[in-house]
Each structure stands twice: as structure tokens, then as C-alpha cells.
């Protein structure tokens, strides 16, 4: 196969936002192309451009010399693009036999056939017969790819594939590229992690607020050549100084902590053991869907649980709701900042005072007392940074990183004495995520202690004093962040064993 | 006391015709939830089926343009609830409600024209066999054929959703409608007409009670039946088998409750009547409490509106 995709001059824009503007690029079957850049620098809109999910407002693209209108997916498939999303398309309550065949043209033995020798070829073994949300995110991907092979298609798009990946099943899927790619499909790859780039692919283009900045061969670049281009500046990562001089002075402790629930996408906790110091992060790692939001409902009251589990300065709190730990002075972060840190439809001011019930300022008798919480959100939005002035706006027109610092703000705002956050800098764009590290940093540095569940191995070796790993609802030995290194921390992520 | 077989036999038929119009409307309105789309609408859609077939009956004296008059009413009724909820995105539950109290009132007034009027006599099938054998004749033979199109029906959905592409499609799209546009189905094309054939089944719903179970029109004679018809399809957790379960439990309560009160028990008239709602929810949570099952059966995507953006 000889396979060359062209994109001309392509834009997109949307109200408020250029997309993409005027994208000229060029592939070649044979090489694995890189498609790099921050979130909202377009690549995004770009594959969903080539995959017939968006139609641009002007631009053609060319297959084989020959012009390609795109009007809907099916349109992309018949033409032998393949995409695999980065939340996945699947239907979780679905087997999946019944996700391929759905949108097959063939019988259901042809189809089982087919299905069988390509996940033979590849080294792919997945049960057909049970739904989709029984598999692991590995899995999951799998059978996006095989109902990409099944087209026999000519260009495979990827967004952001390893987001949900263990170490262990990314290099699994970068093998699988690799032979793909010698097999004549040309690859399109999207990512924002840089490491992968420089392994895996040929040549790279990069991409910032819409525009493109530059194609280039890999071996012509370096990871902090191509951090600049991606960031357009040259940037400082923050990294804690670990100190000796923090208090051994217990301030959470966990303990014979379980959750078992009958819900089949929730998962159970088994025997949680921990213990946190006065002034000290604690990492918990892992891939995502292993108890991380089970473990911080349990921690923040949205789930209730045994008394004597949760011994906070040493009171028993495992049965009191969030808002009275709030009391003891604990405070949370949330991972969905949209779902369940803020209301979206609320303004700034009052998603403010929603987790400040109890403050006699913000309320008389009953009746909200504007002007001080007023004063309030003010205050948050200029201590830590919010980019917007105006405390009227409904808070789901903040961006990620803006709202993000908001609710961090909130909870600081308080000077509690531990804060749980869960994912903190998901999604958000570099600028913010420094923002956040620094915060944080200086949390544990006032003595104020931190629980950080995060998806982002970098993240928590940046912040952690200790990490342990959390794998299937059960927890790992806690480790000093010193002695632990990401590939270490990755065996773990998987089920495996270290030493 | 002795209990004739043949007085068993008719009590389980008038059993099995009182649960037709649930099962009707129940399995329409089972696809459509299984699309993604909670229509509440569907006692006025049945009571505007229950006055159209009624009303063409008598103008035209043709019992098929009557029938097949009533289900059209129930797909027109529903495509005004398709084009708010599927085109201009309005809020499902807001619509379904107007929806039912547009019905019932459109109904009560074109129906003004009707009350008194004595309907039809409906054909029946195998009316000879109807005494061959003792007690199984009578349940078996002698009935409308919608009284049987309503007892194939859960088994036909079933099959549908189970074994057939376009049944796997509307499951799908009821799952993620994300996911299914990115695949390129047409969602909103899927969920108009699951939308549409579930007015069409509340539509024949309505015309079998205003055709053969009480031949005539009396304003309201659908009296909730499209509410508990809308709770069969939550409480059997969208399982078509289980409609028909549930609907033969209310059903023989009704029946059973108006035997007692004419054999005299002594038990407050209001209590009676309000158990065949009691108990047929009670039976039906009990039968369906594998959490498991329900997160695997429930259309994720059920009441939410879907658009498009590019």
C-alpha cells in the first residue's frame, strides 16, 4: 500500500475560538506521524476533521491525490480512515460482538471470523461475549482497534491512546503500532506526552492555539526542543525539595478501611491502611477506574463509613458527611470540577459560599448576605490567580485551569489542615498546571498536609513525600517518593510485584 | 364450596384482556426508552387513540380504518413530541406531561360528540373452538386479534432488541448517543422513530379499550392505565417479558378486587382498588433487584437530550 493523506488549508472556528487555522500537512504511508500539543491547540478538531465527525468551514483534504468529502463518519470509514477515540466510542452495556457488529456490513460468522484471525495476528485475546465495561481500558482500546482492522484501513488515527494505559499495556499498543506501520497503514498519532513521541514516531507536528508551528523529523528534535514549540516559551518545572524538618506529628489515619458495593462500575475497597503527617503529601497512584473515586467519596463523607476508619487529629470521623468535616477542617477537591466541585449553572460568587454552609458572615438568618461573599470570591480570584473579573459569570464559562484555581482557592481559602485533592491538573494546560504545583508546594510548606490521588505519575513523584499505589481497590505498601521511580510505580499501576 | 373450572377458565380471560392495554402501550413505550427517550406522554397519547378509533368507527363503520386510524393518531400525536424533544431539544419530561394533558383534554372535547353512542361489535378468532375443551378454550380461542398481536408482542420486542441489527442500533444509541453518532448512525433518525412506533402502540392501546374491552367512549376511560404502563417499563427494568409479568399481576388484581367487592369481603372499597398499584410495584421491584442487571439494562442515556455540534 502506498498511501498519501493531504490536508490544504484547512480551518475551522468556532464562536470565540479559531480551532484550526489554515492547516496545511502532508503523510506518507510507512512512517508513524506525531500530532503534538497542548489541550486546546486544535489537534483534536483536526482528527475529527479527518475522521468526518466535524466538517470544516474551508480546506480540502486529499486521499491518494484524489479530493475526500467528508460529511459524516460512515463516509470516513468507507474511505479507509480508522479512528480510535480518546474517550472511547464504545457501548459499555453492549457485549463486544455486539459493539463490532454494529456498525459491520458483514454476517455475524464472517465477522466472527474475521475478528478471530486479527486478534490472532496481533496477539490480542479478548472475551467477545461479556460487556464492554468488564474490560479493563487496555481492552477497551483493543476492541477500538480491531473494529478500526476489521475496514482493512488505510490510515489509522490515534488520540491521546495512553491517557488510561499502564506502562505495561503502552508499550503492548506501541508494538502493535510499529507492525501496523511496516504492514503499509500510515499512523497518525495525537499526544501532548512528549516521551512517546521521541519513541515512537518518525516525524512530528506541532500545533499551539490553532496554528501549525512546525514539522520536523524526530531525529532532529529533543524533548525540550519540542516542549518549547509545543508551550511557545521556555518553561521552569517546579520540583519540591524534600526536607527533614517536617513534624512526625500524625494527622489522618486510616485504618482496616473497606467498601464493597453491588454496582458493577464501582469498584471495591479491600483493607485500606495509611497514615498522614502534619506537612506532608501522600501520593496515591493508578490507572484510573481502581478504586481512586470509591477511596476519595470515602474520604470526603460522600460515602459514609465506619466510624473508628477514619481518625482525623484525633477525632473518629468515618461517619460524619462532608459538610462536617469541613468542621474538623478537612477540605476536597474533586476530579470532575464541573460535576462535583462546582454547579456550572451558578455564578462564580455563589459556587463561593457552597462549601462555607456554616460561616455566620455569608448568611443572616436565613437569607444570603451577597456583599460578603461577594467580597469573598473576590478575594479567592485575586489570591490565587483566577483569570476573570467578573464574579457574575456562570462558572461553567470558566476554562478548566481558571475554574480549577477557583475551587483550590475555595478550599484554601478556609486554612484547613489537610486537603484531598483527586486530579487536580486534568486536562489543564501547562501554565495552570504549574500554578497548581506551586500551590500545593507551598500547602505542605505551612504545614498543611495534602492526600493527592492522581492519574499523573510525573505529578505525584513531582509533589509526594510518599506514594503508594492503588491497584483493584487495594492499596500498595506506602514508599518514600525518593526510593520510587515511574517505571517502579508503573509495575504496580498493573498488578505486579516489586521487591 | 365447588369451584367450576369454566368460572376459572373466563375470570383468567377477563384477566388476559384487561392486561392488553398495558402490554401495548408498555412494549411501545419500551422502545422508546430504550432509545434514550423518556416520553411521558403516554396516556394522552392512548386516550387520543381511544377516542380516534372510536370516532372513525362510527363515521366510517369500517373496524380496520378504525384500528389502523387509531395507531396513525398515536404516531402524529408523537411526532409533535418528537419534533420538540429530537428538533428543537426541549426537556423530555416537560413535553411528555404537556402532552398527556393536551391528549386527554383534545380528546374529552372531540369525544363530546360520541358519548352515548354504542360501538361494534369486533370479530373474533376461532369462535367455534371456543368450547372444545373445558377451561382452556375459553383462554385460548374467541378473542380480537389484537387480544393476541398484545401477547406476541413481549416476546416479538424481545426478540427485536435481542437478535436483530436495528434492535442492537436503538439499544445503542438508548447506551451512548455520543458513541453511536461518532459511528455514524443517525441518532435523532432512531430515536424519531421509536418515538413514533411508541405512539403507535399507545394509539392501538386506546383503541382496544374503546373498541373491544368497553365498546364505547366515556371522557378519560383510559383512567391511568398510561401511567401504569409507564411504571411496568421502569419496575420490569426494560425487560418485554417482564411487562407481561407485571401486566397480568395488575390486571388480575383489578379483576380480582371488583369480585370481592361484589362477593361482599369486608375491606374498604378504596383499599382494594388501590391494590393492584401497590402490589404489582412490589412484585416487580422484588423480581428485578440484581442491581447488576439494572445498570446493565437501564438505557444510560434515558431522558437526555442529544445534539449534535460541528
Partial sequence: MNTNLKISNVSKIYPGCIANDNISLEFKSGKIYALLGENGAGKSTLVKILSGVIIPDKGEIFLNNKILKLKSPIDAKKKKIGMVFQHFNLFETLSVFENLIIDSDENRENLHEKIQSIMKKYNFSIDLDIPVLNLSAGQKQKVEIIRCLIRNPEVLIMDEPTSVLTEQETSELFSSLRQFSMEGILIIYITHKLKEVMSLCDEVAVMRKGKLVSVSKIVNEKIETLANKMVGQNLKTVRKSISNERSSEKLIKISNLSFSSEDPFETNLVNINFEVNRGECLGIAGISGNGQSELFQILSGEIISDKNSIEFNSNFIGNLNPQERREYLMAFSPEDRLEQAAIPQMKIFENVALNNFKSSNFFNNGLINENKIKEHAKKIISDFNVNTDNIELKSQFLSGGNLQKLIIGRELITSPDLLICFNPTWGLDVGAINYIHKTLIKINDQNKSIILISTDTDELLKLSDKISVIHKGKLSKIM??????SEKLGILMGGGEID | MIIDIN??????????????????ASCGELITERSGVLNLGVEGMMIIGAISGFALMTATGSLVIAVFGAMLAGVLI???FAFLTQTLITNHVATGLALTIFGIGISAMIGKNFVGIPGKEFPVLFESLKDAIPFLSPILFGHSIVFYFAFALPFITSYFLKKTK????????????DSASNQGINVRLVRYLCILYGGAMCGLAGAYLSMIYTPQWIENMTGGRGWIALALVVFSTWNPIKILIGAMIFG????IQFHMQAIGVRIPVQFLTALPYIVTIIVLVVISRDSRKIRLSTPSSLGKSFYKDN
Wanted: no cysteine; hydrophobic share 50%; aromatic share 2%.
Fill in chain 2, 166 to 177: 436495528i434492535g442492537l442500533i436503538v439499544r445503542a444509541v438508548g447506551d451512548s448517543p
Fill in chain 2, 78 to 80: 408523537s411526532t409533535i
Fill in chain 1, 480 to 485: 518514600n517518593s525518593d526510593e520510587v521511580t
Fill in chain 2, 252 to 255: 388480575g388484581l383489578t379483576i
Fill in chain 2, 7 to 24: 368460572f376459572v377458565g373466563l375470570i383468567i380471560t377477563s384477566i388476559m384482556a384487561s392486561s392488553v392495554p398495558l402490554i401495548l
